[in-house]
């Protein structure tokens, strides 16, 4: 079982692959996206959840999402499909950091996978070269809400605070209009979702050659969690547009 499986198990029952709870991914899409027919691009889309919410939400809207891993892709066109918003959305079987895109976007999102791109500004500077005029970045990363441990550092990276996160933000141009910090019960529930889902799929399955190394893999990342990062790590989601010069 490689890791793209692990994470798509641990995700079963948390297709929003960040800690948010389905409330705050509802204010967010609707402070992001600025007009019903905007067009909407995720990079690093995964199993395009946030797209899929978005389009069914504005029947109006377009969206496209771009993402290495086919078997992600295929979720999220199946899905698509199940709940008719397929003819709204195109998939992009490609690196997000190297996407060339034929037109710009209304809304840029990336949420959860700025280490795709090898940090939060380098995200953002990718994020531009996508966004029409007048248009918004929807991002989301991580922060250290207190004092890491070394062992913190190791498993997440050499993450700011959230001041400086923000400061870093504006020195690259942008202005925060919107911002969702994830709470105490929002980063908890991820956890255990992500941890019990896998956990639960190993318990389901005995019989199958890949439980033992999931059942260890659900069992090491909640141990990761709980004794390595639980206390100092936070996450954000902000609504950026550019600051005019």
Same mark, same amino acid.
Request: some cysteine; hydrophobic content about 50%; charged content about 20%.
């Given at each position: 079982m490689n890791?793209?499986?692990i994470s798509r198990l641990a995700h079963a029952n948390h297709p929003i692959a960040a800690p948010l709870h389905d409330t705050a991914v509802r204010h967010l899409l609707d402070s992001a996206v600025?007009?019903?027919?905007?067009?909407?691009?995720?990079?690093?889309c995964g199993g395009g959840e946030w797209l899929l919410r978005a389009l069914a939400a504005y029947p109006q809207l377009r969206a496209e999402g771009?993402?290495?891993?086919m078997p992600a $892709?295929?979720?999220?066109?199946?899905a698509a499909r199940a709940r008719g918003v397929h003819e709204r959305l195109t998939l992009h079987h490609d690196q997000a950091e190297h996407f060339a895109a034929a037109r710009d976007f209304d809304l840029v999102i990336s949420v959860g996978a700025t280490h795709a791109f090898g940090g939060l500004l380098p995200t953002l500077a990718a994020a531009r070269t996508h966004l029409a005029p007048g248009g918004r970045v929807l991002i989301g990363d991580g922060f250290w809400a207190d004092r890491p441990s070394n062992e913190a550092v190791e498993?997440?990276?050499?993450?700011?605070? $959230?001041?400086?996160? $923000?400061?870093?933000?504006?020195?690259?141009?942008?202005?925060?209009?919107?911002a969702h910090i994830s709470t105490r019960e929002e980063l908890d529930?991820?956890?255990?979702?992500?941890?019990?889902?896998?956990?639960?799929?190993a318990l389901d399955h005995p019989g199958d050659p890949?439980?033992?190394?999931?059942?260890?893999?659900?069992?090491?990342h909640r141990t990761e969690w709980l004794r390595g990062y639980r206390d100092a790590?936070?996450?954000?989601? $902000?609504?950026?547009r550019p600051t005019p010069h």
């Open positions: 890791r793209e499986q600025p007009r019903g027919d905007a067009r909407v691009l995720d990079l690093g771009v993402d290495v891993s $892709l295929d979720h999220a066109r199946e498993m997440l990276g050499d993450l700011g605070d $959230l001041p400086t996160v $923000l400061d870093l933000v504006a020195a690259d141009g942008w202005t925060p209009v919107q529930a991820y956890e255990w979702s992500w941890s019990g889902s896998l956990a639960s799929w890949a439980a033992a190394q999931a059942l260890d893999a659900a069992a090491r790590f936070g996450f954000v989601c $902000l609504v950026l």
